[in-house]
């Protein structure tokens, strides 16, 4: 079955930059949208961060553009999240989202996106 792991959150100090995996099982990362989405505590779930299946196209949410970059590797059926120039208000829950083949999607909402990771925490203080 669809199964998404994240891994790579942590403590790091505002400028600095960690690196999140998602490692997926039960399907090829290159036949779905992979989404990352963030929570943090007392706000709404928001999409950080797509990679479009069929053209590996990315999208970023307006305040991670430049400082946020998502890839994919297909021989190690994982995707990543590259974060540099962390902020303190980039403190979240990070989870790792996809899709049924047969159902609407939409990102950022993440409306569709039915399958999730258990999330990994980052946080960014001084």
């Known amino acids: 079955q669809v199964q998404l792991v994240e891994s790579g959150g942590g403590l790091v100090q505002p400028g600095g930059s960690l690196r999140l995996s998602c490692a997926a099982s039960g399907f090829s990362v290159d036949s779905r949208d992979i989404g990352w989405f963030r929570q943090a505590p007392g706000k709404e779930r928001e999409g950080v961060s797509c990679?479009?299946?069929?053209?590996?196209?990315?999208f970023y949410v307006a305040s991670v553009k430049g400082r946020f970059t998502i890839s994919r590797d297909n021989a190690k059926n994982m995707v990543h999240l590259q974060m540099d120039n962390l902020k303190p208000e980039d403190t979240a829950v990070y989870y790792c989202a996809t899709h049924d083949t047969d159902t609407l999607y939409e990102w950022p909402s993440g409306v569709g996106y039915n399958y999730w990771g258990r999330g990994t925490q980052v946080t960014v203080s001084s």
């Open positions: 990679i479009r299946s069929f053209d590996s196209r990315t």
